[in-house]
């Protein structure tokens, strides 16, 4: 089996030397996204709720290139700069995750993000 690297259009570029995300078999890894406006590389941060929809419409970029959706995820890491954010980060993710079976999830408070990002988002789903 080998790995296949998702080509993604309406999503961000890498900020350095990886991949966006990973095929591999029948899962896909998806790499840490934030909340940056695809076209102009502007982070989209006016509050935490609109920098986390953006964040999760990259993702959703992400997911589609490789043929899978939110539906499909089994594992969310969530880094924030401020834990105290975690209440409306929580609202904005229960949009994109309503099913019953919600994915694992991990979420962390970090110093810093890349860009001055508040939220960054990576997941592994099934295609």
């Given at each position: 089996m080998k790995a296949k690297e998702i080509k993604v259009k309406n999503a961000p570029p890498p900020?350095?030397?990886?991949?966006?995300?990973?095929?591999?078999?029948?899962?896909v890894f998806c790499s840490g996204?934030?909340?940056?406006?695809?076209?102009?590389?502007?982070?989209?941060?006016?509050?935490?709720e609109t920098e986390a929809e953006q964040t999760f419409k990259?993702?959703?970029?992400?997911?589609?290139?490789?043929?899978?959706?939110?539906?499909?995820?089994?594992?969310?890491?969530?880094?924030?700069?401020?834990m105290n954010d975690f209440a409306k980060m929580n609202e904005v993710y229960a949009k994109y995750f309503p099913g019953k079976v919600k994915p694992?999830?991990?979420t962390v408070e970090v110093s810093r993000l890349p860009k001055g990002a508040h939220i960054e988002i990576a997941c592994i789903a099934y295609i």
């Amino acid at each position: 089996m080998k790995a296949k690297e998702i080509k993604v259009k309406n999503a961000p570029p890498p900020a350095g030397p990886y991949s966006t995300g990973i095929a591999f078999g029948k899962l896909v890894f998806c790499s840490g996204q934030i909340g940056l406006d695809p076209k102009t590389g502007t982070l989209i941060n006016p509050d935490i709720e609109t920098e986390a929809e953006q964040t999760f419409k990259n993702l959703s970029a992400v997911l589609t290139s490789a043929k899978s959706d939110f539906g499909k995820v089994l594992k969310v890491e969530v880094f924030l700069t401020d834990m105290n954010d975690f209440a409306k980060m929580n609202e904005v993710y229960a949009k994109y995750f309503p099913g019953k079976v919600k994915p694992v999830r991990t979420t962390v408070e970090v110093s810093r993000l890349p860009k001055g990002a508040h939220i960054e988002i990576a997941c592994i789903a099934y295609i």
